[in-house]
């Protein structure tokens, strides 16, 4: 009878530091999780930053014509071209960053996705 009781208190002790381990865990994987999330955030708004850059350089992007300067200095063709290019590089980068960005953004998804799920099993055994 005593060894039943000295049994019975061993696994119950055993099941408190169980839980209290699944505590630790649990909160250790919130803590990732936050970090994971602040991280995206961090991603995001440059993503819209970079996406406002865009599409204020979007108009020039596409050749606006070279106009007659009816008053002041008349601009140089060569000046044109090269701006517009410029402009087009421009773009083009801004559009590599977007991608680069939504990119790193999909990959902390995915760093997400095992820690929810360790979560989710977690809650489920409390």
Same mark, same amino acid.
Do not use: G, S, W
């Given at each position: 009878m005593r060894h039943l009781i000295y049994a019975l208190l061993l696994l119950q002790l055993s099941f408190a530091a169980a839980a209290?381990? *699944?505590?630790? =865990?649990?909160? *250790?994987?919130? *803590?990732a999780l936050n970090m994971l999330n602040q991280q995206q955030q961090a991603i995001? #708004?440059?993503? #819209?930053?970079?996406q406002e850059l865009r599409r204020g350089s979007a108009p020039r992007l596409y050749g606006t014509p070279m106009?007659? #300067?009816? $008053?002041g200095k008349i601009t140089n063709y060569d000046e044109e071209i090269e701006a517009q290019k410029n402009a087009v590089l421009r773009g083009e980068y801004l559009?590599? #960053?977007?991608?680069q960005l939504l990119a790193k953004y999909s990959e902390i998804e =995915?760093?997400?996705?095992?820690?929810?799920?360790? $979560?989710?099993?977690?809650s489920l055994n409390k």
């Open positions: 209290a381990d *699944n505590a630790t =865990e649990l909160q *250790n994987l919130y *803590n995001y #708004q440059q993503f #819209q930053m970079v106009r007659p #300067q009816l $008053i559009y590599q #960053q977007a991608d =995915e760093l997400k996705k095992p820690l929810q799920l360790r $979560i989710y099993d977690l």
